[in-house]
């Protein structure tokens, strides 16, 4: 798995070592897991986008491939703001199991949006 945050002790972070933190910013489409690393499953425990522009918008979302935009797939959170001074952020309330063979994604389609992801591979 791709941790996108180097240097961060899972153990001493979350107390658990089975967890893995990704935390996202700046525009573009980034893979937190790939289908292919995703050999037994995921657990999300949280998935949250940010966004404090008055055109941000971003998703963490899940598919067999690779999103084509922050609509794309299959969507676990999305933010979209489309008012000025505006800072929005949504979350995922509960744990989410991603199948096996399927890939953890973020979008970002501005650099104004965040993402935050706590997961678990099965």
Avoid: W
């Avoid at 525009?27 to 999300?44: D, F, K, Q």
């Avoid at 918008?57 to 676990?76: E, F, H, K, R, W």
């Avoid at 979350?91 to 890939?103: D, Q, R, S």
């Amino acid at each position: 798995m791709s941790s996108l945050n180097a240097g961060i002790n899972n153990q001493e972070y979350f107390g658990n070592p089975n967890l893995e933190l990704a935390t996202t910013s700046g525009a573009g489409l980034r893979t937190i897991v790939s289908p292919s690393e995703n050999t037994g499953g995921l657990i999300v425990y949280l998935a949250a986008a940010t966004s404090a522009s008055s055109s941000g918008q971003c998703s963490v979302s899940t598919g067999s491939s690779a999103p084509t935009s922050y609509t794309d797939g299959v969507i676990l959170t999305i933010c979209i703001v489309s008012s000025q001074n505006y800072t929005s952020m949504v979350k995922t309330t509960y744990p989410l199991f991603i199948p096996a063979g399927n890939g953890l994604y973020c979008s970002h389609a501005n650099g104004d949006g965040r993402t935050s992801i706590i997961y678990e591979a099965l």
